[in-house]
Each structure stands twice: as structure tokens, then as C-alpha cells.
């Protein structure tokens, strides 16, 4: 079993229309989570770090479930500008290493 | 506030040649991180300096190695270039000392081996 794992993608979606991610993690000692964005050949970029609570950003929510090591992004009233690869990050119980997920890659079509 | 810089963009080399690849870290960030990512995958970590030595390594050989500089900007290099070695080398600045681990990453150098 990988450590980070993701939905294989792509995912194809209409402007509008609402998206969620999952990802789900092996080691139930990791403590940070986050969720990146990468543009295609671009490096990528932090969209939002996950707390227990969850939190919103806009459009955006994210969640965290300790008990199943699940975490999920969705993304509300979804733009063109949002197509893009989105990464799942969790750290290893070292806490210096992050283990990445290998990403969902997103389309938004008009 | 000058972010994560890395140089060069782009790198051809042939295999069996070494390569250098050069990253400033985000200002006010003491650690730094070097990821290996292959196209379709996310990025595999390959070591984290802090304080000018090695703190952790993933599952990379010896032929990757690192060093950084008292400024706190970091070198990997590259021994024996396999084709395999062909990917986007990302560096990623982070300030844990201020209570958390988020990374930010450069623009990272994309290299070709032939």
C-alpha cells in the first residue's frame, strides 16, 4: 500500500460545478497535512495545510478524518482557472520529510 | 521578498556525467529540501538539510548528494547520470524553528539525461 494515496484522475468537470478529492494516508503518526496545487511544468504550490477542525478558504474546504487517515478537498462553483494537478501531502513521523501523493489532475471545461 | 530560486531552469546532460544544481532558500528559511519528481508522479523526497548537514534522506543512493552553505542556500549533486535520472528536481525552503513545516518550492530545474 502506498503511504499517500489519491484518486487516479483525470477528473473532467463542467464550469460550476462542485469537486472533491480524497486521499488517504497509511501512517496514523503523521501530525501536518496539506494539499497542493501544480500547474502543468510548474512547480507546486501550497493551496491549503489541514486542520483537525477543517477549514475553508472561499471555494475552497478542506477535511480531515484521523480515525479513517482520510483527507479531502472540495472545491465549490469550480473556474477554468482551477484546472490544475492537485497534490496531497502528509509528513512522515520524522517530521521532516513530507510524502506526497501522486496527484489528481484536474480539468475545467466551459 | 524574493521566494525559493533554483538554477538553472534547464539541464542536458549525457549519462555518466555529474551535474550541480543550485537553490536559495525563501528569506528568513533555515532548511531546505531537494525532491525528485518524475513526470505523472509526485514528488519523491531525497534529503533536508538544516544547519549545513544532511537531517534526513529518502531512498535515494549515494550517487545524490548535497551540501549546504552557511547563507543557508544548498547544491545537489548528481554523480553517474542514469537516463532514469531525467525529472524536475524541485527545492523546497521551509522555517520549522517558527513552528511549522510548510515547505515552498522553487521554480525547479528540469534535466534531460541522454
Known amino acids: 500500500r502506498k503511504e499517500v494515496e489519491q484518486d487516479p484522475g483525470p477528473f473532467n468537470v463542467p464550469e460550476g460545478a462542485t469537486v472533491a478529492f480524497n486521499c488517504t494516508y497509511s501512517?496514523?503518526?503523521?501530525?501536518?497535512f496539506f494539499w497542493y496545487r501544480q500547474d502543468c511544468r510548474k512547480e507546486p504550490k501550497l493551496l491549503m495545510s489541514?486542520?483537525?477542525?477543517?477549514n475553508e478558504d472561499g471555494r475552497f474546504t478542506a477535511q480531515l478524518n484521523r480515525a479513517s487517515q482520510y483527507i479531502s478537498l472540495l472545491i465549490r462553483d469550480s473556474k477554468l482557472s482551477d484546472s490544475a494537478t492537485y497534490l496531497c501531502?502528509?509528513?512522515?513521523?520524522?517530521?521532516?520529510?513530507?510524502?506526497w501523493g501522486a496527484g489528481t489532475k484536474l480539468i475545467i471545461k466551459p | 521578498d524574493a521566494g525559493v530560486t533554483q538554477s538553472p531552469t534547464h539541464l542536458i546532460k549525457t549519462r555518466g556525467q555529474q551535474v550541480t544544481l543550485r537553490c536559495s532558500p525563501k528569506?528568513?528559511?533555515?532548511?531546505v529540501s531537494w525532491y525528485q519528481q518524475a513526470l505523472g508522479q509526485g514528488p519523491q523526497f531525497i534529503f533536508q538539510?538544516?544547519?549545513?548537514?544532511?537531517?534526513q534522506r529518502g531512498n535515494f543512493p549515494d550517487r545524490f548528494s548535497g551540501h549546504q552553505f552557511p547563507n543557508y542556500s544548498s547544491e545537489l549533486n548528481v554523480n553517474a547520470l542514469l537516463l532514469g535520472d531525467s525529472a524536475l528536481y524541485l527545492c523546497?525552503?521551509?522555517?520549522?524553528?517558527?513552528?511549522?513545516?510548510?515547505?515552498?518550492f522553487g521554480p525547479g530545474t528540469r534535466l534531460t539525461v541522454l
Open positions: 501531502v502528509v509528513n512522515s513521523d520524522s517530521n521532516y520529510q513530507l510524502i
Open positions: 489541514v486542520y483537525s477542525s477543517g
Open positions: 528569506s528568513g528559511h533555515d532548511t
Open positions: 523546497a525552503s521551509s522555517a520549522p524553528r517558527e513552528g511549522t513545516d510548510t515547505q515552498y
Open positions: 501512517n496514523s503518526a503523521s501530525q501536518s
Open positions: 538539510y538544516y544547519e549545513e548537514e544532511e537531517r
